[in-house]
């Protein structure tokens, strides 16, 4: 178990880091910071020379490969860190200088129990992409397959943990403050980022996910996922095709081999709704860096190491939020927040709708180069707080990942309506899945499920209730205070632990606030 002290050491350090960066300098003149914290910034950047503009994206990168994905993370995140910051850290490029190839090879050999060349007739030593958590080399296997191979960092896996578990030890105190902390709800985003780092530390896990995403889409007609190479995966190594194509954020390479620039903003768009709303499931990690064109015009997905899932109810709140706001009807889409429970019953539907209103309107019928969806997510986070919105973590990897195809999108096609190639396909989402044929089937699905349950739910009350007879029940035993537990009770935190608490706030305000959560 990791002592307290050792956080604080931790947070302290990082907050040292983000003040060489100018990163602290937003707390430190927010009047609502408190003076205790304030002080500590002013001691975090003493002897520092700061930027005139905060490098947020720098700092991070400067923390190491675990702060890189917390931060890309917290760029979905404006209403917790800042426009300014969340800007900032949308740009945040997870690239790092590569390892030895001797520690690769090693790392390969060790994981199959077998030579390299057992494995692959050639095997590129220059990698062709390293990131903060693997790394990926060119290679053809001993049958001639041409193929991608993607390898864990040695010592990632350990790297994650350590500063995972500080992550969670500052997002407790945090949300042990109360008040905007506990509404922000800081310890269930680094659940969700604990919960898919996980799963992108266990390259068998991206694997399958691939794989499942590819069934997905698989009659959709222009996008596809590389087929993997099972016998050359396993935890730490990844085998799967080689694509050949053009990266999609390469605008003057997709123009001289001939591709409608158009057509590719549309297709991006509607994968990835498909993926979304058709499906729950989607690439969450779909950045200029992860798509490649192909020269039919498919568009290619790579790295699957996260993956958003959104189960059939928040789909169809979400099809009818999006549409409501793309037709206009606010107040159906504010009706859609309280059923979901988004904002308390205390409030009003209608004032709601008021504020969804002041949002969505300056939205419609223009170009995304002027408004964007990204504009109205910000808006959508800065009505949050004065309708005690909660954070949905579940739609916090939907939410950056519309931020990245739009962008992807405008890039392509500057002149791309997000909602204008958004709306049919909602629209006839809607109508299969809401419309009146749809609420008979599921409420006959619902009956007929309920019905089966009958049965068991009757066993387990028996189990729960069982007939008197046997033994007779103890009765309640008193609850006795142990002579340790009441000594420490008397004894109190004394001066070392106020000390100790007094630095842990602080710190943690420092490490985890330094984006502009106060602001």
Not at 121 to 128: K, L, Q
Not at 164 to 193: C, K, Q
Not at 212 to 218: K, N, Y
Not at 445 to 457: A, Y
Request: charge should be neutral.
């Amino acid at each position: 178990m990791t002592l307290p002290a050792t956080h604080i050491r931790r947070l302290l350090g990082w907050g040292r880091t983000l003040a060489r960066h100018g990163a602290l300098r937003g707390i430190e003149s927010d009047p609502n910071t408190p003076s205790p914290v304030r002080t500590l910034c002013k001691v975090a950047r003493f002897g520092t020379i700061q930027p005139k503009t905060p490098d947020y994206a720098g700092a991070f990168r400067a923390i190491g490969p675990a702060a890189i994905k917390l931060g890309q993370t917290l760029a979905t995140r404006p209403d917790l860190v800042g426009e300014e910051a969340a800007h900032n850290l949308l740009a945040l490029q997870d690239q790092l200088p590569p390892v030895d190839f001797a520690l690769i090879r090693a790392e390969i050999e060790r994981s199959f129990e077998k030579p390299l060349e057992s494995l692959f007739s050639s095997f590129d030593p220059v990698p062709v992409g390293a990131a903060s958590v693997a790394q990926v080399h060119r290679a053809v296997t001993t049958e001639g397959r041409k193929v991608a191979v993607k390898i864990l960092r040695p010592g990632v896996r350990e790297k994650f943990a350590r500063d995972i578990d500080t992550y969670e030890w500052a997002a407790a105190h945090l949300e042990g403050l109360g008040g905007e902390a506990s509404r922000l709800r800081p310890r269930m985003v680094i659940a969700n980022f604990k919960r898919w780092t996980v799963r992108e530390l266990d390259l068998r896990r991206e694997a399958a996910s691939a794989s499942e995403l590819a069934d997905t889409m698989r009659a959709h007609a222009g996008y596809r996922v590389p087929d993997i190479d099972w016998d050359r995966t396993n935890g730490r190594v990844m085998t799967l095709d080689w694509i050949d194509g053009v990266k999609i954020s390469d605008t003057a390479a997709l123009d001289a081999a001939g591709h409608d620039r158009k057509a590719l903003a549309q297709r991006l768009v509607l994968a990835f709704l498909t993926q979304a709303i058709n499906g729950g499931y989607f690439h969450a990690d779909m950045h200029q860096g992860n798509l490649f064109v192909e020269p039919d015009g498919t568009i290619v997905a790579i790295d699957f190491g996260i993956m958003g899932r959104i189960d059939r109810r928040a789909r169809q709140w979400l099809a009818e939020i999006l549409y409501g706001l793309t037709t206009g009807n606010y107040r159906r889409v504010a009706e859609i927040h309280f059923e979901a429970q988004y904002v308390p019953s205390y409030h009003s539907v209608d004032e709601f709708a008021t504020a969804l209103r002041a949002v969505g309107e300056p939205m419609r019928g223009k170009p995304v180069s002027e408004l964007s969806v990204g504009q109205m997510l910000d808006g959508l986070f800065a009505i949050t707080r004065d309708f005690d919105m909660q954070t949905q973590p579940h739609l916090l990897l939907l939410q950056k990942t519309m931020v990245m195809v739009e962008g992807i999108a405008t890039q392509l096609d500057p002149e791309i309506n997000m909602w204008e190639t958004s709306a049919p396909f909602v629209r006839a989402w809607v109508r299969d899945e809401l419309g009146p044929e749809a609420a008979i089937a599921d409420r006959v699905r619902e009956d007929t499920q309920t019905l089966l349950r009958i049965p068991d739910l009757i066993r387990r009350i028996e189990d729960r209730f069982p007939p008197k007879g046997g033994a007779p029940e103890a009765p309640p035993l008193p609850k006795v205070e142990l002579m340790w537990q009441r000594k420490r009770r008397k004894r109190g935190p004394g001066v070392l632990g106020q000390i100790l608490t007094f630095l842990a706030g602080g710190a943690l305000v420092i490490g985890t606030h330094a984006l502009g959560w106060w602001g």
